[in-house]
């Protein structure tokens, strides 16, 4: 069993910064690819960024400039350095991870944007 739990979401202003972590811990071997989605109220999941095991990132159009994702092999960690966040980036994030051809998610960590 592989469980995947995302932590560091809150409360920030406009312009401020987060980093998002997720760790995966359980029966985990070979980590693939592991990635970022969030959801937005009355919207579809959709993907912020996504690292592979080499990591090397790929980032949405939105995030691309303000986000970055980065990884540690060795804790089974990802993570979301967050920055210049808008209103717009208000949504509950997830972690999903590629796990030998099984995608596991986490229950997700809420990030409000707001003054």
């Known amino acids: 069993q592989v469980h995947l739990v995302e932590s560091g979401g809150g409360l920030v202003q406009p312009g401020g910064s987060l980093t998002l972590s997720c760790t995966a811990s359980?029966?985990?071997?070979?980590?693939?690819?592991m990635a970022w989605f969030r959801q937005a109220p009355g919207e579809e999941r959709n993907l912020v960024a996504s690292?592979?095991?080499?990591?090397?990132?790929n980032y949405v159009d939105s995030a691309m400039g303000r986000f970055t994702i980065s990884r540690d092999n060795a804790k089974n960690t990802v993570y979301l350095q967050m920055g210049s966040l808008k209103p717009e980036d208000t949504a509950v994030y997830y972690c999903?991870?590629?796990?030998?051809?099984?995608?596991?998610w986490g229950k997700g960590t809420l990030v409000t944007v707001s003054s």
């Open positions: 999903n991870a590629d796990i030998r051809g099984y995608y596991y």
């Open positions: 359980g029966t985990v071997f070979s980590i693939r690819d």
């Open positions: 690292i592979d095991s080499d990591g090397i990132p």
